[in-house]
């Protein structure tokens, strides 16, 4: 990366709402840009990876190898790299990774909207009940630290939207010790998938133990922390059903792509999934979603200005590509 021509700075993103999940409450999160020669990439900074946003930011300025910075500041140069290079050759991110993963299977997976932790159930059904209009897919965010708030959030959802595809994300929130007994009460309300009910600390055993509980009939088990990249698929393949990748995670455009293929190799189910992040971040993660099961990329709806446009969603929550070359996302 030639620093002379680049920059880079922080922008703190605010949410339009505090959005809770089990790690916390957030109501606003800083992400960076780097940019050379008119082109632009974002990585966002996610609290519990517990990355110094200036503390980066003073490391790229003093000329630290990309290859020693944080996992955001790799992230955010390997985008910019993909993204100068794709636009020079007239082509885009998923031209790239068709080249590694060979041409998609199917169409485009269905758009998400994912729903924080409620704090009134009464509000949460009237958002449900309109997000399910527009999208055939709803995430709900668990791990609330009340079972009984977790088993009601999706007892409302369900009668909110009864056709929907709920996919449960815990975030690790629930002890090892509940986890079966909430997979096996949840189970009753066709959950689509059940993703990651305990806590990344944990060892392969404790997978090992749930999958071993796990009632008849259980709904898929996906996991999010604990695989954070390829190298971790082969430990967990016995145990979950698929897992979710996201491009922080990876810490790179092709480090997903490995992710992807190594899922695929081991007969596990892909969810794309992004952070809390502008549509210069989801766009450039979108254009995985050929090669993915679900998606969960809507980081974007929860700010209260979000400066770029990207990817959109039609009428009936389908994906909505740009048709620009490179990741594709203009400031507006």
């Not at 009340?146 to 369900?158: E, K, N, Q, Y």
């Not at 059940?194 to 944990?202: A, D, F, L, N, R």
């Not at 393949?237 to 695929?264: E, H």
């Not at 039609?314 to 620009?324: E, F, I, K, Q």
Request: proline share 7%.
């Amino acid at each position: 990366m030639e620093f002379h021509r680049m920059s880079a700075t922080l922008h703190s993103l605010a949410l339009s709402e505090p959005f809770r999940i089990a790690h916390g409450s957030s109501e606003s999160r800083t992400v960076l840009r780097v940019s050379r020669d008119g082109h632009v990439a974002e990585a966002p900074f996610v609290p519990y990876y517990g990355e110094d946003p200036e503390a980066t930011l003073a490391g790229i300025e003093s000329g630290t190898p990309v290859a020693n910075l944080p996992r955001t500041a790799r992230l955010a140069f390997d985008l910019l790299e993909l993204d100068l290079a794709t636009s020079s050759a007239g082509e885009t991110p998923g031209d790239h990774a068709a080249r590694r993963l060979g041409p998609p299977s199917g169409p485009l997976p269905a758009g998400c909207r994912s729903l924080g932790i409620p704090d009134d159930l009464e509000t949460f059904s009237r958002r449900v009940a309109g997000l399910a209009k527009q999208f055939r897919v709803l995430k709900l965010k668990l791990g609330s630290g009340d079972l009984g708030l977790d088993l009601a959030t999706v007892s409302v959802a369900r009668l909110a939207a009864p056709g929907a595809s709920l996919l449960l994300d815990v975030n690790g929130g629930w002890d090892p010790t509940e986890a079966p007994m909430m997979i096996w009460k949840l189970k009753d309300y066709r959950p689509t998938l059940i993703e990651q009910p305990i806590h990344h600390s944990h060892g392969l055993e404790v997978w090992r133990d749930l999958r071993a509980e796990m009632p008849e009939g259980a709904p898929p088990i996906y996991a999010d922390e604990s695989a954070r990249t390829a190298a971790d698929l082969e430990g967990l393949s016995g145990y979950v059903d698929g897992v979710n990748v996201k491009l922080l995670k990876c810490g790179s455009f092709d480090g997903a792509i490995d992710m992807i293929a190594g899922a695929r190799r081991l007969g596990l189910g892909v969810l794309l999934g992004c952070m809390i992040e502008s549509s210069l971040g989801t766009t450039a993660a979108a254009h995985l979603a050929p090669w993915a099961d679900w998606i969960d990329l809507d980081g974007h709806f929860y700010l209260a200005h979000d400066d770029y446009e990207g990817i959109g969603y039609a009428t009936d929550g389908s994906l909505v590509m740009p048709s620009r070359p490179g990741i594709g996302a203009v400031p507006r």
